[in-house]
């Protein structure tokens, strides 16, 4: 069974600080997705990873494929109130049929103004 | 463009009902998928079909859960009879299925709680 673990499970930091949030597994993964949860919402997905070591950046956040495809990271600079949130990873399997994702537990982000 | 639509929001029901959950994926996406979400397990796919065709059922709990996608823009998810530890949030999701970094998007989810 494949599983990705998260860490931290939970995160406060004060406005302007910077985080990394870690998604492990033991498994090799296709490819690697990062979603942004609000309460009462469902999530939104932010970015997607195909390729060992690649890395995408979305204004202040950097995302990291690691060279073996079997984890990721998500950066984020000077956090602000609006980052707030549940992030989950969530990874892909090449030989699952019909794009079936396996999702980390996620990390729970409260940024303070 | 409307995205995934759910119904009910929200579910409050006594344990032994049946609950019937809904949902609508968008218009031209070919996958559709059952989540559950709890603080203690997480994100947990139940059931996703494609072309209307259940794949894989292996999350679904047991056969209380049952789940249907009668056509290209409905499927409902059926729990009978209802217990307290069913209490969660349902989240139904729709892609385009085209691979496998396919975006999935989410509706806003149903909040059961089975009392």
């Known amino acids: 069974t494949q599983l990705l673990e998260q860490s931290p499970q939970f995160l406060s930091i004060q406005e302007g600080e910077n985080l990394t949030v870690y998604c492990n597994s033991s498994?090799?993964?296709?490819?690697l997705q990062w979603y942004r949860q609000e309460p009462g919402e469902g999530p939104v997905l932010l970015v997607t990873?195909?390729?060992?070591?690649e890395v995408k950046k979305l204004k202040r956040l950097t995302f990291q494929f690691g060279d073996a495809r079997k984890d990721s990271s998500l950066h984020i600079t000077a956090a602000q109130p609006g980052d707030t949130g549940l992030y989950l990873c969530a990874g892909a399997n090449a030989y699952n049929q019909g794009g079936k994702l396996i999702f980390g537990q996620g990390t729970e982000l409260s940024v303070k103004p | 463009d409307a995205g995934v639509i759910q119904s009910p929001r929200h579910e409050v029901t006594e344990m032994g009902q049946e609950v019937t959950l809904r949902c609508k994926p968008i218009s031209g996406h070919n996958s559709l998928f059952w989540y559950r979400q709890t603080m203690m397990r997480g994100l947990e796919l139940l059931i996703y079909?494609?072309?209307?065709?259940?794949?894989?059922d292996s999350g679904m709990p047991e056969d209380r859960f049952s789940a249907k996608m009668p056509n290209a823009s409905f499927s409902t998810l059926k729990i009978q009879p209802s217990e307290p530890r069913d209490s969660a949030v349902y989240f139904c999701a729709s892609s385009t299925r085209r691979s496998s970094t396919d975006t999935q998007y989410f509706g806003p989810g149903t909040r059961l709680t089975v009392l």
């Open positions: 079909f494609n072309n209307n065709v259940p794949i894989d």
């Open positions: 498994s090799v993964f296709s490819s």
């Open positions: 990873v195909v390729t060992g070591g």
